[in-house]
């Protein structure tokens, strides 16, 4: 079965300092691994995922994430964080062959001006 | 070019009423799958849809039902409304492939509260 676990329900950073948003999987099997924001009031939108091939990916607005299968882990940063970054992020995993994506509960980002 | 569009943006209903719920893909999709997102928590896996037929179900009740037409937009109904339905209901949209790498593409969801 598979499960997402989102560490820290609530992420506050300065504006300028590191992001760093954690997420781990348990899949039966290597999983396809997606990273959503939703800004208030809005849908989600894709920010990278991870199918096959390189492990670390990258996606828009600066964010980035490293697939490491041996800690079950993609947990997505940021070098420098912006005020317009303040949202809700959603890791979210699917297996090869559903189609359907499992989310984790959501980790909110604050950025401290 | 449109995003997915969903309708409509906000509804209040009561307890045992019944609600549907539309939507639209982006031009090209032909898959539409459906999510409910209760207060503070990861949106949950409802249906999926591709070509008119059902591809996936979620763990709801059979008071949730959904259909896709021609056109590949979509509506999710629910009967016998119960507080606990209350929740953002968001529609995602992709080309339709199997094998579960496919991008959702997301609508801005539809705000459903019973009273």
């Known amino acids: 079965a598979q499960s997402v676990t989102q560490l820290g329900s609530h992420v506050s950073v300065s504006e300028g300092a590191l992001v760093l948003l954690r997420c781990n999987y348990s899949?039966?099997?290597?999983?396809?691994l997606f990273w959503y924001v939703q800004y208030p009031n809005q849908g989600l939108q894709l920010l990278l995922k991870?199918?096959?091939?390189?492990?670390l990916v990258k996606g828009i607005n600066g964010f980035e994430a490293e697939f490491k299968k041996s800690e079950t882990s993609f947990h997505l940063t940021k070098p420098s964080a912006h005020m317009s970054d303040a949202a809700e992020y959603f890791c979210?995993?699917?297996?090869?062959?559903?189609?359907?994506?499992?989310f984790g509960t959501g980790t909110r980002l604050t950025v401290i001006p | 070019d449109a995003g997915v569009t969903q309708s409509p943006t906000h509804l209040i209903k009561t307890r045992g009423q019944h609600v549907t719920l539309r939507c639209s893909p982006i031009?090209?999709?032909?898959?539409v799958s459906w999510y409910q997102q209760v207060l503070g928590q990861g949106p949950q896996f409802i249906f999926q849809?591709?070509?008119?037929?059902?591809?996936g179900r979620g763990n709801f009740p059979d008071r949730f039902s959904a259909r896709q037409f021609p056109n590949y937009s979509s509506e999710l109904n629910v009967n016998a409304l119960l507080l606990g339905d209350s929740a953002l209901y968001l529609c995602?949209?992709?080309?339709?492939?199997?094998?579960?790498?496919?991008?959702?593409?997301f609508g801005p969801g539809t705000r459903l509260l019973v009273l």
């Open positions: 991870y199918t096959t091939g390189a492990t």
């Open positions: 899949s039966s099997v290597p999983p396809y």
């Open positions: 849809y591709y070509e008119k037929e059902e591809r």
């Open positions: 995602a949209s992709s080309l339709g492939g199997t094998g579960g790498k496919e991008t959702q593409y």
């Open positions: 031009s090209g999709h032909k898959s």
């Open positions: 979210a995993v699917s297996d090869p062959g559903a189609n359907n994506l499992f």
